[in-house]
């Protein structure tokens, strides 16, 4: 995908309207984890700034929504990722178009980014 937009809103506009849907609520969600949190564009996705250190980022294709929390993000809940079987590798995981975005887990894992990031600012 060449990278033709500079806000988030240019990014989900590029995906069919059940797609959008989800990624607007996925930021939402994100949004809703903190109150100073900075949108950008990165790897030409939509990411997420706290504290001025990348947080976590997002993208949409055409079977899946990837969700990248970095390595300890992955990491610390594969056993989380297994149960629910997603597919998952070092950085990203992967949560299926077909079915809800997992609200719960990626306000768990956002949250655990933060008190990383936090916990390296202190």
């Not at 590029?14 to 990624?23: M, N, S």
Request: no cysteine; proline share 5%; hydrophobic share 35%.
């Amino acid at each position: 995908m060449k990278n033709t937009f500079t806000t988030i809103n240019d990014y989900i506009l590029l995906f069919p309207l059940e797609v959008q849907e989800k990624l607007l609520d996925l930021r939402k969600m994100i949004h809703s984890q903190a109150s100073d949190l900075e949108e950008y564009i990165g790897y030409q996705m939509p990411a997420f700034k706290y504290k001025g250190k990348p947080l976590v980022y997002f993208a949409g294709y055409k079977k899946h929504i990837g969700f990248y929390p970095g390595a300890e993000g992955i990491k610390n809940f594969e056993k989380d990722f297994k149960e629910r079987q997603y597919k998952y590798s070092k950085g990203a995981v992967q949560f299926p178009i077909d079915v809800d975005v997992p609200v719960d887990l990626i306000s768990k894992i956002v949250q655990f980014r933060i008190a990383q990031i936090d916990q390296k600012k202190s």
